[in-house]
């Protein structure tokens, strides 16, 4: 079945970075559109980053423009998400998922950005 396992989490001070990984199986992975998403406490889920089968295209929430870029490796059916200068608005689970798809979501991993 599908399956998604997220990773790289974590705490972290203002301005500071992290890589989270998502490890995906049970679906082909390079025909999918790609997606990062996150859901902070007492908020909806949203979709930070969106990245297409071939890696030529992405495409991010206007709040981590400049500051996040998301990646995948088609052999390794895997979505990276880079994320610099981080701030406490950026403090949530974060999910990957195929982008339009909203089940099999995985158990997400938490950032924390705090001093």
């Known amino acids: 079945q599908v399956q998604f396992v997220e990773s790289g989490g974590g705490l972290v001070q203002p301005g500071g970075s992290l890589r989270l990984s998502c490890a995906a199986s049970g679906f082909g992975f390079s025909w999918y559109d790609m997606a990062w998403y996150r859901q902070a406490p007492g908020k909806e889920r949203e979709l930070v980053a969106g990245?297409?089968?071939?890696?030529?295209?992405?495409d991010y929430t206007d709040s981590v423009k400049g500051r996040f870029t998301i990646s995948r490796d088609n052999r390794q059916n895997t979505v990276y998400l880079q994320m610099n200068s981080l701030k406490p608005e950026d403090t949530a689970v974060y999910y990957c998922?195929?982008?339009?798809?909203?089940?099999?979501w995985g158990q997400g991993t938490q950032v924390t950005v705090s001093s």
């Open positions: 998922n195929r982008r339009g798809f909203f089940d099999s």
């Open positions: 990245i297409n089968p071939g890696a030529g295209s992405t």
